[in-house]
């Protein structure tokens, strides 16, 4: 396990609570994991993921996160239509762990509310939440 000091917690993306990512770009928003959550969970071997056309609120859970030592539940951090799946994840689901802000990203949505953005953490207030 990584020291708080040793996660790649970039400053261009916003945290939820529950360890999700959310990075705007034009009128999408990309979403997947902090190194955080994909270091406490260890190897992933299989990520599910939603339909795209799939609407959910904030808060909803959007799919799973299945490692070699548990399956972990998948939050929206925003409301929002899926646009988007990161369909190399099927075959290639170890990106969650080796790279979660490039290759392993999960969806991109449509923001329905993209003031909803507002309400997640920066990375200072991410950092201050795991830090305790």
Do not use: C
């Not at 939603?50 to 609120?57: I, K």
């Not at 190399?88 to 290759?103: R, S």
């Amino acid at each position: 396990m990584k020291e708080i000091s040793e996660l790649n917690l970039p400053e261009d993306v916003r945290y939820a609570d529950d360890h999700e990512w959310a990075k705007e770009s034009g009128d999408t928003v990309r979403i997947g994991i902090s190194d955080y959550a994909q270091d406490q969970l260890g190897d992933i071997v299989f990520v599910e993921l939603p339909e795209v056309g799939s609407t959910f609120s904030k808060g909803d859970e959007f799919g799973t996160v299945e490692s070699v030592k548990a399956v972990s539940e998948l939050y929206m951090p925003i409301s929002g239509e899926i646009t988007t799946i990161n369909e190399t994840l099927t075959d290639q689901p170890e990106l969650v762990n080796t790279d979660p802000y490039g290759g392993g990203w999960m969806i991109e949505v449509k923001a329905s509310d993209p003031a909803e953005m507002d309400s997640l953490k920066s990375k200072a207030d991410y950092l201050a939440m795991l830090k305790g």
